[in-house]
C-alpha cells in the first residue's frame, strides 16, 4: 500500500492506495487517524490513481464535483462494507439521520451499530459519512472532527 499527504482547505489528509484503488483516506490528526500512517513512494498504478483522486479532491474542494469516479476499495466487515455502500447513496448536499441510514440497509434497530460503521469508514469524503446527522437534526460525530463536518456540509450546501 501507498501513501501520500494531500494539502486541502480542511488541513492534510493521508490517501492510500493499494493495486489501482483507494484503500483509505483519513484526516491527519483527526480523531480516527490511524498513527502507522506515513508518505512512501507509489507504485506507478498508484500514481496515477493518486494524480486522479488529487484532481478529483481539488474539483470537490473547489465545488465543482459533486461524485468521485475513482475506483475504491475499503476493507471491513460484511455489515460496515453494507453501511458503506449505503452512504454512497445519499445524494451530494443531502443528509440523513443514523436511523434512516439503518433503515436503508434493512437493519432499522442497528442505529448505533451505524455510527459504529461509519466511524470506521476508511475512505472519509468519497464514503460520505458527513452526510449523516442526528435524528434531531444536530452533528454528530466525525473522525475528521465536527468543525471538519461543518465545512463539507456547508461547502455541499452551498454548490
Known amino acids: 500500500m501507498a501513501t501520500i499527504k494531500y494539502k486541502s482547505p480542511i488541513g492534510d489528509i493521508f490517501l492510500s492506495a493499494r493495486d489501482g484503488y483507494v484503500t483509505e483516506l483519513y484526516f491527519y ?14 507504485s506507478p498504478v498508484d500514481a496515477k490513481i493518486f494524480e486522479s483522486l488529487t484532481k478529483e479532491l481539488d474539483a470537490y474542494f473547489a465545488g465543482t464535483l459533486r461524485e468521485f469516479t475513482v475506483p475504491l476499495k475499503p476493507v471491513g466487515t460484511p455489515f460496515r462494507m453494507k453501511v458503506w455502500e449505503a ?22 434497530k442497528a442505529i448505533r451499530a451505524v455510527g459504529g460503521a ?31 463536518k461543518e465545512f463539507l456540509l456547508e461547502l455541499e450546501k452551498n454548490t
Not at 452512504?87 to 432499522?108: F, V
Open 29 to 42: 490528526g483527526g480523531i480516527t487517524t490511524p498513527p502507522t500512517l506515513k508518505e512512501d513512494t507509489p
Open 87 to 108: 452512504l454512497q447513496t445519499i445524494p451530494y448536499g443531502e443528509t440523513i439521520s443514523y436511523k434512516e441510514l439503518a433503515k436503508r440497509i434493512g437493519n432499522p
Open 118 to 148: 461509519n466511524h470506521h469508514n476508511p475512505i472519509s469524503i468519497i464514503i460520505p459519512c458527513h452526510r449523516v446527522i442526528g435524528a434531531s437534526g444536530k452533528l454528530v460525530g466525525y473522525g475528521g472532527g465536527l468543525n471538519v
